[in-house]
Nanobody, 123 residues
């Protein structure tokens, strides 16, 4: 059974940084695309970033501010977020899937999800 667990969310001021981590059990994340999505209240879940082998993909809204990376030894995927803005406030979810998820930005392509971690950017 595949389980994902996010951690690292919290409250941060605009311009600050946070590091989110996604730990997996039941699956080796290195083998599959792993992505971060986020969902703000009243909005649809949106793609943030993904990593497939060494290939990373970012949403335009976070490019050059967020970095996704994988630690194969720990079977985790990390999202380093800097220069945070008010509009980055959301619940952040880690997701992984099979071949259909490869490079995909669509939530429907991902089979496994974590419970989410809240990120709040506020002064």
């Amino acid at each position: 059974q595949v389980q994902l667990a996010e951690s690292g969310g919290g409250l941060v001021q605009p311009g600050g940084s946070l590091r989110l981590s996604c730990a997996a059990s039941g699956r080796t994340l290195e083998t599959y695309t792993t992505a971060w999505f986020r969902q703000a209240p009243g909005q649809e879940r949106e793609f943030v970033a993904s990593v497939t082998n060494s290939i990373t993909v970012y949403a335009v809204s976070v490019k050059d501010r967020f970095t996704i990376s994988r630690d194969s030894g720990k079977n985790t995927v990390t999202l380093q977020m800097s220069s945070l803005k008010f509009e980055d406030t959301a619940v952040y979810y880690c997701a992984t899937g099979g071949p259909r998820a490869t490079g995909s930005r669509s939530p429907e392509a991902y089979s496994y999800w974590g419970q989410g971690t809240q990120v709040t950017v506020s002064s």
